[in-house]
């Protein structure tokens, strides 16, 4: 209650120093202790997975470097809350997205940003089926998602889930 109590003055005082109306999207994000405690363990979850056994995709089975303990198809859980999702179509073979807590995604090289909060594709003359890429994107449950935590470029921490959609079409 104190902590809520506290983003929402915090949130009264940024709104007012940037000069950011009641109706118009803030340009910050308030992160509270509480989620970052959050985050932090689903980190040491996915540490212990990555220190105990290696975890790689599927799609890269007959080419894959190095001993796999697990190899994660699509929907898998790769620690509770960490789901895996396959990219088809990208210039990497296998290559995943992650979806953390339903919040959070993270993409390899197929989602790039070169600008903060400005997603947008891999050029289709990089990609092995631009229109496999576009559709498994599209497969990906980006309703709830905020931050896209993208393989090349700037993260976008406040409607990413939307600014891809939009970037899709």
């Known amino acids: 209650e104190t902590t809520d109590r506290a983003v929402v003055q915090i949130g009264a005082i940024l709104r007012q120093r940037h000069r950011i109306p009641p109706e118009r999207e803030p340009d910050f994000a308030i992160r509270t202790q509480q989620e970052f405690q ?16 290696v975890a790689a995709p599927a799609g890269e089975r007959g080419s894959f470097p190095i001993a796999v303990d697990r190899w994660l198809a699509d929907g898998d859980e790769v620690v509770p809350g960490l789901v895996a999702h396959v990219l088809e179509g990208s210039k990497t073979p296998g290559e995943l997205a992650l979806v953390l807590d339903a919040t959070t995604l993270v993409t390899g090289d197929l989602v790039r940003a070169h600008r903060a909060d400005s997603l947008h594709l891999l050029p289709p003359d990089k990609l092995v089926d631009p229109a496999a890429a576009r559709a498994s994107l599209l497969r990906l449950p980006l309703a709830g998602i905020e931050a896209v935590l993208v393989g090349d470029g700037w993260p976008t921490f406040r409607g990413g889930g939307a600014r891809l959609r939009a970037v899709l079409g």
């Open 38 to 53: 959050a985050m932090q363990q689903t980190i040491y979850g996915l540490l212990t997975v990555l220190l105990v056994g």
